[in-house]
C-alpha cells in the first residue's frame, strides 16, 4: 500500500517510523517547510518526498495527516474528495461543523475516516475497559485524571485542545457513553493561551470526571483514578506498572440505632497485570492499514472525533464563561452511547 503522510514538524516522523516497521506500507511525505523534509532524508531513506500534497495524493492509496488543527480540516476534505482513506491526528477538527462535513464525505466516497486518539489502542487502556465491563470494578463512582507536562507551548491551540482530547476520547472508549455537561476554568499563565485548566464531566449514568492538563508542571505526569463500589484503580502511563489494580473500598453497613449507620473499609491485594508491551501507535498504525485494505469502520472513527470535538466546544466555550457548566450539544445526527464490543458508535437517535 502506499500511504502519504502530510506534516513533518514534532509528530510526523513518529508516524513514518511506525509506518515502516510494520513493512506494510511504502511511505511518501510533503511538508510545507523543506527544512523538515531535508532533516528526515537520511533518517529514513526509503521514504519519497513528494513535491507538494497534491503530487502525494496522486501517488498513494492512504494519507496520515499530522498536521496543525486548524489545517486539519481542508487537508482532510481534500484528501477525501480525492477518494483516499484519511487519518487524521486528534482532534479530527477545530470546529463540530467541519468535523461533520468530513464524516459525510467519507461516507459518501466510501473511504476509511479515522482519528488519531492513540490510547485507545493503548494495552493497558483495554485492560482497564475490561475491568470496567467484567464487573471488576463494580459500580463506577468517578474519574480523576492528570495530564500534565512543562512544555511544549503551543501558538496555534490552548492546553485544552492540545492535551484534553486524549483523556476525553479515553473517558468516553471507557465508560461507553457521551458526556452531558462540561465545566473547564483556566489561565493563561504565560502569553495568551490557556496554558493551565481544570475541566469536570458528568455522564448519563451519574459517573463525573475531573481532568487536570497543564504546559505548566515540574514533570510529566500521565496518571488516572477509577473508583467504584469492588475496587480502585490507578493507571499510570510512565510507570514500569501500568495498572495497579487495589481491592480497596467502603460498604455501609445497617444502622445499630436510629440515624447512625457503620462504614466498614476494606483494605486487601493490590494486582499489576502483565500487559503487551507493543507500542500503542503502533498498534493503532496497524489498525487504519487493516481498516483500509478491509474496508472495516475504525475504532476512532469519524464519530469518536466528532464526538470528542463537541465537548473540546463545550470546555472552551465554559472556560470562556469562567467555569460555568455548559450542556454539550450532540444534536440529532449524533450517537449517543458506544457498543461494547466494539467501541464504535451506534446512531441511537432522540
Not at 489545517?71 to 487524521?88: D, I, M, N, Q, R
Not at 465491563?133 to 507551548?153: K, Q
Not at 451519574?206 to 467504584?228: H, I
Request: glycine share 6%; charged share 20%; net charge negative.
Amino acid at each position: 500500500m502506499n500511504v502519504g503522510v502530510l506534516g513533518l514538524g514534532y509528530w510526523g516522523p513518529n508516524l513514518i517510523r511506525t509506518l515502516l516497521e510494520s513493512k506494510r506500507a511504502n511511505v511518501h511525505c510533503f511538508d510545507t517547510n523543506p527544512r523538515a523534509m531535508l532533516r528526515l532524508k537520511s533518517r529514513f531513506p526509503s521514504v519519497t518526498f513528494s513535491a507538494s500534497s497534491r503530487t502525494l495524493l496522486q501517488h498513494c492509496d492512504a494519507v496520515m495527516i499530522a498536521t496543525p488543527v486548524l489545517t486539519h480540516y481542508s487537508l482532510a476534505k481534500e484528501a477525501l474528495e480525492a477518494g483516499k482513506s484519511v487519518f487524521v491526528e486528534k482532534p479530527l477538527s477545530s470546529s463540530s461543523a467541519e468535523a461533520l462535513e468530513l464524516i459525510r464525505l467519507a461516507e459518501e466516497r466510501q473511504s476509511v475516516l479515522m482519528v488519531g486518539h492513540t490510547f485507545l489502542y493503548s494495552p493497558a487502556v483495554n485492560r482497564v475497559r475490561e475491568y470496567i465491563r467484567s464487573g471488576v470494578i463494580g459500580d463506577l463512582y468517578f474519574l480523576s485524571s492528570s495530564r500534565v507536562n512543562l512544555g511544549i507551548h503551543r501558538s496555534d491551540v490552548d492546553v485544552i485542545l492540545d492535551l484534553a482530547p486524549h483523556d476525553l476520547s479515553t473517558f468516553i472508549y471507557l465508560l461507553g457513553e457521551y458526556p452531558t455537561r462540561v465545566s473547564a476554568f483556566g489561565r493563561a499563565c504565560v502569553g495568551k493561551m490557556l496554558d493551565v485548566a481544570s475541566l469536570r464531566l458528568e455522564f448519563p449514568s451519574g459517573v463525573f470526571a475531573n481532568l487536570e492538563v497543564s504546559w505548566l508542571a515540574p514533570r510529566k505526569l500521565r496518571r488516572m483514578v477509577l473508583v467504584g463500589s469492588k475496587s480502585m484503580l490507578v493507571y499510570d502511563d510512565t510507570a514500569v506498572d501500568k495498572i495497579q489494580l487495589y481491592d480497596r473500598g467502603v460498604a455501609l453497613g445497617a444502622p445499630n440505632s436510629f440515624n447512625e449507620y457503620q462504614l466498614t473499609y476494606r483494605t486487601g491485594d493490590i494486582v499489576s497485570p502483565n500487559l503487551d508491551v507493543t507500542e500503542p501507535l503502533l498498534i493503532q498504525t496497524n489498525h487504519f492499514l487493516d481498516c483500509v485494505e478491509q474496508g472495516q469502520m475504525p475504532i476512532s472513527d469519524g464519530e469518536m472525533g466528532l464526538a470528542v470535538v463537541r465537548v473540546l466546544e463545550a470546555a472552551e466555550a465554559s472556560a470562556h464563561s469562567r467555569g460555568e457548566f455548559v450542556t454539550v450539544d450532540w444534536g440529532l445526527d449524533s450517537a449517543s452511547t458506544i457498543s461494547a464490543d466494539t467501541g464504535h458508535q451506534e446512531a441511537v437517535r432522540n
